[in-house]
């Protein structure tokens, strides 16, 4: 589904140039559920934004389903909208839009109509237990309702792949085996799920652990 060929991503930063990965050669397969780990600074979160499109590559290739992925903006913003769901650190939402409007933004952005976007809103807040708070604003919330809403609005235009940046960092361990739960049981549901974590209990609930250091894939072990 992804190959990566001798992937590099240089930042520019005060005119040097930081190695945020170094010649990343991989293939991940439809359905797999895989975790990214790693130090801090170790190039996880450069990675989720390469593979969904939030950064351009600065060398080497990157195929989707067989076919080299441009790296323009205009291409890349179609793979996003078209394939990729994704939940940021730190969840992202938007506090003076409620709930409902936040799950309902890439909806929105995909032009659906009313009725439709209501029907998928409801159907997904039901399913992460969330549909009581649709009305609230995210500062109402706890932090592991705002993960959950954060997922909603990740996977209401049924991606074919999901990025989660450190998914758990800020969620107590009842939130995050709800939240690993719900990973585990839509990627059962047959999608690919992509996580970053610092944490290991985490990442060995996944079917693959890949260690990144120093822009470098240092490990890579199926479980
Ligand atoms: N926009 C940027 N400009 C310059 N350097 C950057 C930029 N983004 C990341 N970097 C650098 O690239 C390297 C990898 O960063 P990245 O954010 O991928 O790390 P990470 O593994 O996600 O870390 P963390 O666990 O702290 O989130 C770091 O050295 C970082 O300083
Ligand atoms: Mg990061």
Same mark, same amino acid.
């Given at each position: 589904m992804i190959k990566f060929e001798n992937v590099c991503?240089?930042?520019?930063?005060?005119?040097?140039?930081?190695?945020?990965?170094?010649?990343?050669?991989?293939?991940?397969?439809?359905?797999?559920?895989?975790?990214?780990?790693?130090?801090?600074?170790?190039?996880?979160?450069?990675?989720?934004?390469? &593979?969904?499109?939030? =950064?351009?590559? !600065?060398?080497?290739?990157? @195929?989707?389903?067989?076919?080299?992925?441009?790296?323009?903006?205009?291409s890349l913003a179609r793979f996003r909208y078209e394939n990729i769901g994704i939940i940021v650190q730190n969840y992202a939402l938007i506090n003076y839009k409620k709930v409902f409007d936040n799950i309902a933004l890439p909806l929105v952005y995909k032009r659906k109509n009313i009725k439709e976007i209501n029907e998928i809103v409801h159907r997904w807040a039901e399913y992460l237990e969330i549909k009581d708070k649709l009305n609230c604003f995210p500062n109402q919330l706890s932090g592991g309702e705002c993960q959950r809403v954060a997922i909603a609005r990740?996977?209401?235009?049924?991606?074919? &792949?999901?990025?989660? =940046?450190?998914? !758990?960092?800020?969620?107590? @361990?009842?939130?995050k085996k709800i939240v690993l739960n719900i990973l585990k049981e839509l990627n059962q549901d047959g999608i690919t799920i992509l996580l970053s974590t610092h944490d290991y209990d985490m990442a060995k609930k996944t079917n693959r652990i890949i260690t990144i250091e120093t822009g470098q894939i240092i490990n890579d072990s199926k479980i």
């Open positions: 991503k240089e930042y520019k930063a005060n005119k040097t140039i930081v190695n945020g990965l170094l010649d990343i050669n991989l293939e991940i397969q439809q359905g797999e559920f895989l975790a990214i780990t790693g130090r801090s600074g170790a190039g996880k979160s450069t990675f989720l934004n390469l &593979i969904g499109g939030l =950064d351009q590559i !600065t060398r080497g290739k990157y @195929y989707f389903q067989d076919k080299l992925l441009k790296q323009d903006s205009k990740a996977l209401c235009k049924n991606p074919s &792949i999901l990025l989660a =940046d450190e998914p !758990t960092g800020a969620l107590d @361990y009842e939130n």
